[in-house]
């Protein structure tokens, strides 16, 4: 091993900054800054040094406690690289690993992407330390771990870099995507958009990013962040009848179906994990965990919306499981208001209104009712939708009323976080509603929402867009031009709606102004931590434009 390094710092004199594989670079210690081995910088999961940057899958800090500061905390995860931001040229870099308390193993240790260590392995209180070189050529160097062969993911403890000396600093993370909302210049510069071509370009690309789980997130196992991208693939198979669209739904809901608990609700979280294969023990600590009304009411809707396309064996199975969820367990918290709480959330039953639960709650009812036509379900659905529409300000703004404490305010129409559930329910039963009196008082509602002082157009930026905030804003906005497409289309003409809607599409089609809501981004970057979430979001706004009625049922074959 010496004899290589030699000769890549050898090279390395040619190629970049002078080699010292003498001189330390960096000492870092994986963890908290609080149990920080004395020298050792800290880098925890999300390092706040710009230098240091970590991204993969199931990534967490752990802190075992005792004495030795190196090796009590480290990072772990299901598979991460770490990136450093350095001159170029030739480094030797040492690895330690391990886990006082759990063994860990077997994973390849990769140097830019080439393999230096292979099927490493840590027994439970073991740690072991590897070094070798690798040659920088980018002001990057990235060192990978990736599990193999079912090993049981990894804890890395600390790294020392050793090379020559830093001539300055560089980033260890590349620039995202700009945080500006596009210009009506801009906007009115692209021509035409091609909603088709964006709607499949989305759907391949949640093909592509579906997990070895079955799920459509990889950053967590919320149901409700995959339950997007199902609707949009779903909307993607009946528009263009690509089947792998379809194949991948179904494995995601077999196992959603499969984890259904005895009590009909689900937990918010996907274990991977078949009720069947359970203890008794875990199977009450998942019911007696969160099961909120809110996060399933998202994942819950699904079956109704994969109905029409699965096998008629699944259609029973589907229909059965959505049944049980929405009779059992769902019904029981929809308040005399109309409105729902969160259900039992953090161990706890919820007793107060919560907007958020009533707008997907009200969905997933209303769903159920296009596949059966039971007017009792649709009946819970309007007096959800009635709860949400009070008190709606005349200036645009709703009423939020929160999950956890019996309060509510008016929040801006920009809070899509919250505020775009409330329309989950709400344009479901537009369409299905025959309630001509509720009709008309969503048509009130939308223009005040859209059109009031501080409605959706006067939010936008440059005209053309809501302003850019945080990813998990970011992503849901990506639906809410559904709201602007169904008050032009079905509700009042407006030629200044539909010119908004246009302006929308624009920047829905145009891969880089998508990206700036997290739209087709790698999951593992910063500003890609709700991409799948995203592009399904999206994917619902594009599948409507193309095909009206498409996400909410109403041209598929249903009984």
Not at 265 to 292: D, M, Y
Not at 354 to 362: N, W
Not at 480 to 497: C, F, H, K, Q
Request: charged share 20%; proline share 6%; glycine share 10%.
């Amino acid at each position: 091993m010496r004899t290589i390094l030699a000769v890549l710092f050898v090279l390395g004199g040619a190629t970049g900054a002078s080699a010292d594989p003498t001189n330390v670079v960096y000492q870092i210690d994986f963890g908290p800054a609080a149990t920080c081995a004395p020298g050792f910088l800290p880098v925890d999961v999300k390092p706040s040094d710009p230098r240091f940057f970590w991204k993969g899958r199931g990534l967490s800090t752990r802190d075992r406690g005792g004495d030795d500061l190196l090796h009590r905390d480290f990072i772990h995860g299901d598979r991460g690289e770490f990136t450093v931001g350095l001159d170029n040229g030739c480094y030797e870099v040492e690895v330690t690993f391990g886990d006082s308390n759990y063994a860990h193993g077997p994973f390849n240790v990769l140097a830019q992407g080439q393999v230096v260590f292979a099927k490493l392995a840590t027994p439970k209180g073991k740690f072991i330390s590897k070094v070798f070189p690798a040659m920088v050529e980018d002001e990057r160097l990235r060192i990978g771990i990736i599990p193999v062969e079912g090993g049981v993911n990894f804890a890395i403890n600390s790294m020392v870099i050793r090379g020559p000396k830093q001539s300055g600093v560089h980033r260890a993370l590349p620039d995202g995507p700009s945080k500006l909302v596009p210009t009506l210049a801009e906007i009115n510069a692209c021509g035409q958009p091609d909603a088709s071509k964006a709607l499949k370009r989305y759907c391949d690309w949640l093909l592509a990013h579906q997990t070895e789980s079955g799920s459509f997130n990889p950053n967590s196992s919320e149901w409700y962040r995959t339950s997007y991208p199902v609707r949009s693939l779903l909307a993607g198979y009946e528009i263009f009848g690509n089947k792998a669209y379809l194949d991948a739904v179904t494995v995601c809901l077999d196992k959603l179906v499969g984890e259904q608990l005895p009590n009909g609700a689900w937990s918010s979280g996907f274990a991977n994990k078949p009720l069947a294969q359970r203890t008794p023990e875990q199977i009450q600590k998942a019911q007696s965990g969160t099961t909120n009304t809110a996060d399933v009411g998202s994942i819950s809707t699904c079956l109704a919306v994969a109905y029409p396309y699965v096998d008629e064996a699944r259609k029973k199975l589907y229909l059965q499981s959505l049944q049980r969820f929405a009779h059992d367990y769902a019904a029981r918290w929809q308040l005399p208001s109309g409105a729902f709480t969160n259900g039992r959330w953090g161990g706890k039953d919820m007793t107060v209104p919560y907007s958020v639960a009533t707008g997907t709650q009200g969905m997933s009812f209303c769903a159920l009712y296009a596949i059966t036509g039971r007017d009792e379900d649709l009946k819970i659905a309007e007096r959800a939708v009635r709860f949400l529409l009070d008190d709606w300000r005349e200036d645009g703004r709703p009423i939020h009323h929160h999950h956890a404490k019996a309060s509510s305010s008016a929040v801006g129409v920009t809070d899509f976080g919250d505020v775009y559930y409330y329309h989950e329910a709400i344009l479901w039963v537009w369409h299905w509603t025959t309630d001509q009196a509720l009709k008309e008082k969503i048509r009130r509602v939308y223009g005040w929402h859209i059109k009031g002082d501080h409605g959706l157009l006067a939010a936008r930026e440059h005209g053309v867009w809501w302003p850019l905030t945080d990813p998990w804003t970011n992503s849901k906005a990506a639906a809410m031009p559904l709201v602007l497409i169904e008050y032009d289309r079905s509700m009042t003409r407006d030629p200044e709606v539909a010119e908004a809607v246009r302006r929308a599409t624009v920047v829905l089609c145009n891969p880089d102004w998508a990206a700036r809501l997290g739209i087709l981004c790698d999951p593992e970057m910063p500003w890609g931590t709700f991409s799948t979430t995203a592009t399904g979001f999206g994917g619902l706004t594009l599948a409507e434009l193309i095909k009206p009625g498409v996400i909410y049922l109403k041209s598929a074959k249903l009984r």
